[in-house]
């Protein structure tokens, strides 16, 4: 997907801020709209219109997190929250809500468009080749031509970055995978310092798949190193 045919919705109460970043990312051959309020970037969010939203967490009407679990309830559309530096606990909240990452104010506007490339490349759906079309553990099956995954047969609503990281956990089952490797896999960009956006996905997708039928972990961390998914 090249960028000039991608349609971003920024939802920010920062008019001034709307207006700079819709004309340097319009050089970079984006579409952005913008909406300066929570109730008026639902609405937008959940129209069709757009392949990902960039969300601030402060906002009129509706703060961000409530947009964001408002999103998820019928929407599976990426979202990059933008949050407050050094606030870890915005970013745990949106992460946990099903934010597909996150950027820290005030932020380098080109590690904003990279941090957008890297959600629009894995939010792809994969082109047709030769490989299988589903990947199957346990009661778990990732059918990788959609991205739909089902546990017990029936449909496991994750995010696209979820699904990602399900993916490589599985396909590397028994194995550790690192921090840094789940990263760069899920994320497409490198861990970074304090960086907890991992660790809040593959948590997210702990408490979607359970445990198994005997109460045993399906996933396991290492602690400092990483994680891997137990081969039953």
């Known amino acids: 997907m090249s960028s000039d045919s991608v349609k971003l919705l920024l939802i920010d109460d920062d008019v001034e801020l709307c207006e700079l970043l819709i004309e340097y990312l319009a050089t970079e051959g984006y579409d952005v709209k913008a909406v300066h309020d929570g109730e008026s970037g639902v609405v937008s969010a959940l129209s069709g219109e757009y392949q990902l939203v960039l969300l601030d967490v402060t906002l009129p009407k509706l703060n961000g997190f409530d947009v964001l679990k408002k999103i998820r309830q019928t929407s599976d559309i990426p979202v990059l929250m ?24 005030p932020y380098n506007h080109r590690e904003l468009v990279a941090r957008i490339k890297a959600i629009l490349r894995r939010g792809r759906t994969p082109a047709a080749d030769s490989n299988p079309r589903t990947l199957s553990i346990d009661d778990i099956t990732l059918n990788l031509a959609n991205r739909e995954a089902t546990i017990h047969g029936e449909v496991l609503e994750l995010t696209a970055t979820e699904f990602m990281v399900l993916k490589a956990l599985i396909e590397k089952a028994g194995e550790l995978i690192s921090r840094d490797e789940l990263t760069q896999i899920a994320l497409n960009r490198r861990l970074t310092l304090y960086d907890r956006a991992i660790d809040m996905h593959v948590s997210n997708v702990r408490k979607k798949i359970g445990t198994r039928a005997d109460g045993s972990a399906r996933i396991k961390t290492v602690r400092g190193a990483g994680y891997f998914y137990i081969r039953p």
């Open 82 to 105: 933008l949050t407050a530096r050094g606030d870890d606990v915005d970013r745990i909240i949106g992460l946990e809500f099903g934010a597909d990452d996150y950027l820290p104010k």
